[in-house]
T-cell receptor, first 117, second 113 residues
Framework: GAVVSQHPSRVICKSGTSVKIECRSL??????MFWYRQFPKQSLMLMAT?????????EQGVEKDKFLINHASLTLSTLTVTSAHPEDSSFYIC?????????????FGDGTRLSIL | QKEVEQNSGPLSVPEGAIASLNCTYS??????FFWYRQYSGKSPELIMS????GDKEDGRFTAQLNKASQYVSLLIRDSQPSDSATYLC?????????????FGSGTRLSIRP
């Protein structure tokens, strides 16, 4: 089945650090990838839609200058949390849908647990 | 009104029984419907997808879709303790890979031995 690889799985760093998270589709191409954030015991929250070769589309309330997204190829999207602070600590998950065919489900990476001290 | 609604639970079901999870959605133009399972601290994994009215069975899982009622459900037969997780209903408004998938807030299922 379709595999999405997300790296790193866990980050612990000091306040003010910028953290980059990578999301790769391993056996399919994905023009569009999605970034979610999930706080403990809460539901998935879509942060932004990453578009290959163009600007990401951010959901309302998500700071685009804080969460930089780059989708440089059909298999790689990156999310950079700039100058992270403790309130940015969360579980970040990416997902992608295969470009081939219709009605494809989203496949999720394993997530990145970000802890800002 | 939320776009995809689920009862948050927890839903407690005895081992071996049938667990029934329900979901309603607001957009009549929705095209594709998915059920994901999420264990605590893990990312969601796809359980079932369904696109047309009726039932779709895969092992112990059956997805049911009724577009007229804007309702989709998931039945889990012979429930096992390993089925204890949060189940997310997801709805796609379009066919293409660029179409957003809207997730419900999830139903927490607990299978008691």
């Amino acid at each position: 089945g379709a595999v999405v690889s997300q790296h790193p799985s866990r980050v612990i760093c000091k306040s003010g650090t910028s953290v980059k998270i990578e999301c790769r589709s391993l056996d399919f191409q994905a023009t569009t990838m999605f970034w979610y954030r999930q706080f403990p015991k809460q539901s998935l929250m879509l942060m932004a839609t990453s578009n290959e070769g163009s600007k990401a589309t951010y959901e309302q309330g998500v700071e685009k200058d804080k969460f930089l997204i780059n989708h440089a190829s059909l298999t790689l999207s990156t999310l950079t949390v700039t100058s992270a602070h403790p309130e940015d600590s969360s579980f970040y998950i990416c997902s992608a849908r295969d470009d081939r065919g219709r009605n494809q489900p989203q496949h999720f990476g394993d997530g990145t647990r970000l802890s800002i001290l | 009104q939320k776009e995809v609604e689920q009862n948050s639970g927890p839903l407690s079901v005895p081992e071996g029984a049938i667990a029934s999870l329900n979901c309603t959605y607001s957009d009549r133009g929705s095209q594709s419907f998915f059920w994901y399972r999420q264990y605590s601290g893990k990312s969601p994994e796809l359980i079932m997808s369904i696109y047309s009215n009726g039932d779709k069975e895969d092992g112990r899982f059956t997805a049911q879709l009724n577009k007229a009622s804007q309702y989709v459900s998931l039945l889990i037969r012979d429930s096992q303790p390993s089925d204890s997780a949060t189940y997310l209903c997801a709805v796609s408004l379009g066919y293409s890979s660029a179409s957003k998938i809207i997730f419900g807030s999830g139903t927490r299922l607990s299978i008691r031995p």
